[in-house]
């Protein structure tokens, strides 16, 4: 005996489902923002370039990588990673992500032989007042990117001793800088100061 199925859709579910316009505007963004991407990637390769003999030569050699995906916590999302040096547990690598619905981001991250090379100078260089825009990474998963406390603290809210001890800790760094989706003008302005901001740390 045939079962009818218990599955039902609301109005605004059909009216979505029926209208080819959401997904190809969706798309049409997404196709957009990986052009504003690789844009962004050319300012970036030009600024670590006039930086190069301060930072790791090997993270140079490797090409910048556009990625997208569709479900990071059920929304799309799509990354530039440049650099991108990523050799099993020693990561150089800095990642300006656009997350759905959410924000546009930039994060430094570390592990391995980068992140004792280099804690003691971030450390120095982060801990002056003034980096009210600032995140640490206090989560307990190094791929995870969004910013509710369980995974990120600014700065500026925690106390220099317990800095010192996340760090210390963890066997990975991680500084991350966020900002609202807005004009491009403006995104691409935030982005590339951020950028040049957390490389800076490193200097």
């Not at 260089?125 to 825009?133: A, H, K, Q, R, V």
Request: with cysteine; net charge positive.
């Amino acid at each position: 005996m045939n079962q009818e199925t218990k599955i039902q859709l609301l109005p605004f579910e059909i009216e979505l489902l029926s209208n080819t316009d959401l997904i190809l505007t969706k798309n049409a963004i997404l196709q957009k923002l990986k052009l504003f991407f690789e844009q962004v990637q050319i300012k970036q390769q030009d600024f670590l370039k006039n930086n190069s003999p301060l930072l790791p030569p090997e993270i140079f050699k490797i090409s910048p990588k556009v990625s997208k995906g569709e479900n990071y916590k059920g929304l799309p999302w799509l990354v530039l990673d440049y650099p991108r040096y990523f050799e099993k547990e020693n990561v150089f690598a800095i990642r300006t992500m656009c997350w759905w619905g959410n924000f546009f981001s930039v994060t430094l991250h570390l592990s391995g032989r980068y992140k004792i090379w280099f804690e003691n100078k971030i450390l120095k260089n982060m801990l002056p007042p003034g980096l009210p825009d600032i995140f640490l990474c206090t989560g307990t998963n190094e791929w995870e990117h969004h910013f509710e406390s369980s995974n990120y603290k600014k700065i500026k809210e925690l106390p220099e001793t317990e800095i010192k001890k996340i760090i210390a800790e963890k066997t990975y760094l991680k500084l991350a800088i966020k900002s609202p989706i807005g004009s491009i003008t403006e995104t691409e302005k935030l982005l590339s100061k951020n950028f040049e901001k957390l490389v800076s740390f490193c200097l």
